[in-house]
Structure formats: C-alpha cells, structure tokens
T-cell receptor, first 113, second 115 residues
Framework: NAGVTQTPKFQVLKTGQSMTLQCAQD?????MSWYRQDPGMGLRLIHY???????DQGEVPNGYNVSRSTTEDFPLRLLSAAPSQTSVYFC????????????FGEGSWLTVV | AQKITQTQPGMFVQEKEAVTLDCTYD???????LFWYKQPSSGEMIFLIY??????QNATEGRYSLNFQKARKSANLVISASQLGDSAMYFC????????????FGSGTRLSIRP
C-alpha cells in the first residue's frame, strides 16, 4: 500500500525560485490538503480540495497555488519562494464523511535561502 | 469559522501517571468530527482516536480515551498509565461535515514523560 506519497523529501531553494511539491494518493480519497508546520508549531492549512476540479483556501494560502485535475494528485506550487516559506510541508488525504482516518505523507522539508 | 485551541504548550508527567491534554473547538457545522494525532520526534503523524459529534459514548482506543463535552465544546485526550514512548507532540483536529468541510489542527501540546 503506497498511501500518500510526497516528493521531494528535502529541497533547498533560492529566494525567488519556484517549485512544485508533489502529492499522490492511491486510496481514491476525495479530500486532499496541504499543511505547513513550522518548528515547534502546529499544522496550518494552506489549501484543500474536496474532489477533482475543486480547491479552496485554508488558513495560510498566500504564496501558494494548487490544482486538482485528478482524484489521485494534488500538487502544491510555490510561485516565488521566500525565506518565510521555510517549513515542513505535509500532504494529507481522507475519505469524506464521518469517521475515517486522515492519512499523511511523510513530509517535505523545504529550506529557502 | 472553524478553530481548535490547545492551551497547554508543554506538559511534564511522571511515568505511569494519567494525563489529560486539553482541546476546545469552535465550528459552525452541526455535524463534525474530532481527532487526536501524535507526532513523535521522527515527524510522522500517528492517528490516536476519533469522536463524532453525534456519538453518545466517549471514544476509547486502548490507553487513549476522549473526554467529549459537547456543550463546553471540549474534546480532551486522556492517556492512562503513561509510558516513556508517549513523549511526543499531540495535536487535536476538527473536521466539519458540511459541503465545504476542511480539517483544522490546533497548535499542539508537547508531552514529556519523566522516568
């Protein structure tokens, strides 16, 4: 079982560069989301999607774009990286509705210099 | 609006004691779910327990139980007989079951178990 797969696991970017964090799940989950976790902090919701073709902003969406063209994939794009975007990024997915576990990727460590 | 508040940034507990981690929530959804996750120093997110808003019984999973008080909007995690391996960050989360549901996490509590 692949579960939720995030790539890359580690990335160093220069300020102003753009990049895409990939997230894929093979569980046919409707719900997918991206969180960032700063050192010693909680998970803050960046963007989320409740199905293919549907995306919405979370708590901290500025500087990030997402799209959901398929059920399986939910890439996160950093348009012009800033040092404030240095963080650990987690992708998560879930079947919609009551109960059910939230499945997380292993995290992507991003450093912007 | 949807919000999770965890007011205990850090806690120290003696091994084998019980510990309660506080969580209060705010949601406009009539139907919702509450989760607790554990994050050890290795970084992965480990599911602990789930409580649905219409569940009449408090959820239990082994040494974990969720003290759900709907009127107070609280969903505290109780760990009985704490173990050294329980040292980790603990996060409370809520999911609203409306058409635009999303999952929001609290800021977490760092639990340290003393031998």
């Amino acid at each position: 079982n692949a579960g939720v797969t995030q790539t890359p696991k580690f990335q160093v970017l220069k300020t102003g560069q753009s990049m895409t964090l990939q997230c894929a799940q093979d569980m046919n989950h409707e719900y997918m989301s991206w969180y960032r976790q700063d050192p010693g902090m909680g998970l803050r919701l960046i963007h989320y999607s409740v199905g293919a073709g549907i995306t919405d902003q979370g708590e901290v969406p500025n500087g990030y774009n997402v799209s959901r063209s398929t059920t399986e994939d939910f890439p996160l794009r950093l348009l012009s990286a800033a040092p404030s975007q240095t963080s650990v990024y987690f992708c998560a997915s879930k079947t919609r509705g009551a109960g059910n576990t939230i499945y997380f990727g292993e995290g992507s460590w991003l450093t912007v210099v | 609006a949807q919000k999770i508040t965890q007011t205990q940034p850090g806690m120290f507990v003696q091994e084998k004691e019980a510990v309660t981690l506080d969580c209060t929530y705010d949601t406009s959804d009539q139907s919702y779910g509450l989760f607790w996750y554990k994050q050890p120093s290795s970084g992965e997110m480990i599911f602990l327990i789930y409580q649905g808003s219409y569940d009449e019984q408090n959820a239990t999973e082994g040494r974990y139980s969720l003290n759900f008080q709907k009127a107070r909007k609280s969903a505290n995690l109780v760990i009985s007989a704490s173990q050294l391996g329980d040292s980790a960050m603990y996060f409370c989360a809520s999911e609203g079951y409306s058409s635009a549901s999303k999952i929001i996490f609290g800021s977490g509590t760092r639990l340290s178990i003393r031998p």
